[in-house]
């Protein structure tokens, strides 16, 4: 007779728990994620990687990491609107880190201790870029360190585009500006032409034999309002009365101005105004305060300086007895109905403010450009026309119309143009996954305020002089200190002291760490202690429950 035995052996908590025992059910991999402030950023920076080499104190590398994509930071450091701090995840924790401030210093620092880049050998190629705002500017840029011989023309006396005679010099002085233009237009390769307007690109393309074409031409005229005008009075446009006074002249306004208008534009027509001797500012909006149109700090500034604002109000007419508006409601779908209710104000000039359109003429021979309805030219995804080798960005394609768009469309119009040139495609590369404020691991942090920047105070502001006034050596290093470096490892060695079974070991500065797949259990503790979420933890390629860890784990010496 045969006896059959029950097996009596104890159930392991490996058998009915994943995580311990001898068996690994998935592993750490570091990773690479891609920041919100990078994201966040039209010009398309590595805000993160210049923000790591400033807080080492490396400021010149920084520098070069950060023009590699941009390469005006002096300007964008001050006039930039900065998406990227709206982005940034330590706004979850405290404030979120001063980044344009920590650009200004280095472009500041740049120009004074004049640092150069490189340029690769001369391709033998020639691109006609049309227009000295920051959309041309950064394309000539980029296609001057390619290698490529770029020449820039601009209808206008000075270079700048709209920087120079859309933004005014309390925000960017014009020597700041001046000074990075020059840095730019003194690469060689680049050629400047100011005072020569491009009327046919077709035929500036043939007569020059260029190789290619970029038209960077902004918006830079102004939209009109049907708004009646009698007895002569005082009545421009927002973007002539900028211009002018960037040019150096004085008008007339009077002592009372209303500026029409709820966009950033009409904020710095409302405090240029006020520069020039007006005692009364109001701005007129058609819209509630909740669709003000400006960003809240400028219009912040505009009220700080004692602009008003009239809210869901528009303007009916001005004359001699002063400026007529009316109130309107909103309705849901955005639009606005007249109530027959108005008012009377006083004004001694009215300044609208109300959009700007871009003069496309010069393209009218190049058949294969289509214009769209809405006054911009259409491009496809590396910013090429319909009419092959003419690309455009900036203004004139439309889309959000900051000088920091502007600037990355110049940057990936000279990689698809070189590309281009070379007869291939630009290959986009692909971007990585973003890390958000809930991925990072942040049991512990030290609290660390924003950095603030002296201003002039308000009573004080009577010119056109700078109103803040940045942040020196410490400061911008400190502040660079907050980030979190989200997603990306900055080796704090927290894995490293966390890994019970000292499965990681350093790889040396900048090299990061290794793990040793003989060691680790696969218990996430180095996971749940990396607090800017640059690891993930993965499941083995055989499977959760069946991959096999080492036979037996070995022992570190």
Known sequence: MVLKLDDMTQVLQETTRRGVGSRRWQKPVYKHFLPPCNHACPAGEDIQGWLALAQAGEYEKAWHALVANNPMPAIHGRACYHPCEGGCNRGELDAPVAIHAVERFLGDLATEKDWQVSVAPASGKKVLVVGAGPAGLSCAWHLARMGHQVEIRDAAEQPGGMMRYGIPAYRLPREVMGR????????????????????DVVRA??????????VGVGAQLANRLNIPAMDGRKMTDAISLLGDVSRGGRPALGRVVAVVGGGNVAMDAARTARRLGATDTVIIFRYDQQHMEALPAEAAEAVAEGAKVRWLSVVDHFGADGLVVEKVTMNPDGSVTPTGETERLAADAVVLAVGQHTDLSLLAEATAV???????????????????????????????RTMTTATGHGKLAARAIDAWLAGRTYDHPAAHPLVSFDMLHLPDYRDAPRSVQAETPVAERHDFAEVDAGLDERHARYEARRCLSCGNCFECDNCYAACPEQAITRLGPGQGYAVSMDLCTGCAACFEQCPCHAIEMEPEAVGADTSPAPSAFKVRA
Do not use: Y
């Open 205 to 214: 393309k043939q007569d020059g034999g260029f190789d290619a074409v970029f």
């Open 180 to 199: 990075e233009i020059a840095r730019i237009t003194g690469v060689p390769g680049v050629t400047l032409r100011c005072g020569q307007k491009v009327d």
């Open 370 to 400: 289509t214009v769209q309805k809405d006054g911009t030219v259409a491009v496809d995804a590396d910013l090429m026309t319909g009419q092959a080798g003419i690309f455009a960005g900036g203004d004139c394609i439309g889309g959000a």
